[in-house]
């Protein structure tokens, strides 16, 4: 895959002297969902709104498909849909008509067939002739997509696609950006949901204080980073771990039948055969063994509290 959006050397300083982001590098591959998790003021909406040419560059170099977007903004911005969180959109305006005027914005033609291939992909079809202020939230939501896709950009920018929206909507919302993926367009999302990230994006990058800490294939992250638990369920309750299990990670878990064993998963030997040895040897029986890996929540909330020590 090429580069779709190339960011160099990328930094912001406003007039107070603060840093919203410190000689920042990121190359999106085109046709990749990355998702970009931080905390608030971490350089989230500032490094996108670069990217879309919205806010002024310190210094670095952006570009998108090939065009600056300082030197030919025109160009650039073209090829980009921005889905921001505010749902500003004129209340009495019918969606057709309002995703309609967003492709006019960008100085295209008409196109009716294109205008409804977009609403029925979001399941708005339906609600074409509704005003805006007749839709729920998340209906609104997808009028946003719609507005952001009406004039056929290679890459998107979702900022929090999914806030206040419902579980059920949540993982429809999930399946429109995976459609759009199969289409070959380029998507950059940020949510707070780690779930999301988790679940849709072929890569995660972390940002915190204007800095990427790190940009890792999905799989890849929670592999190299996650650990994995194992719970033990006891025949009997137990006050406290036997001291011949001291060396052992264990910790009780939330049954008091139940000792928790963390390992990690790129270690050589996990040394799970020889603590149920040592188990039975310690007079425990077990009843039942299970194991889970941990979310991609605990890996970037570690990650954070690293970059903040």
Known sequence: ????????AVRKTYQGGGDALRGVDLEIEEGEILALLGPN????????????????????????????????????????????????????????????????????????????????????????????????????RRVLIAKALSHEPRVLFLDEPTAGVDVELRKDMWKVVRDLKAQGVTIILTTHYIEEAEAIADRIGVINKGEILLIEETGALMKRMGRKEMVIELARPLDAIPESLSGYNLSHGREPTEIVFTYDTAAERTGITRLLTDLQSAGLVLRDISTRQSSLEEIFVGLVKEDAA
């Open 1 to 8: 895959m090429s580069a779709m959006i190339s960011v160099r």
């Open 41 to 140: 003021g971490a350089g989230k909406t500032t490094l996108i709104s670069i990217i879309c040419g919205l806010t002024t560059i310190t210094s670095g170099t952006v570009e998108v498909g090939g065009h600056d977007v300082i030197r030919d903004f025109r160009s650039a911005r073209s090829l980009i849909g921005l889905v921001p969180q505010e749902m500003t959109m004129e209340p009495f305006e019918t969606v057709t008509r309002t995703v309609k005027y967003s492709r006019g914005l960008f100085g295209l033609r008409r196109d009716d067939a294109h205008i409804e291939s977009v609403l029925r992909q979001l399941s708005l079809w339906d609600k074409r002739d509704s005003p805006i202020r007749e839709l729920s939230g998340g209906m609104k």
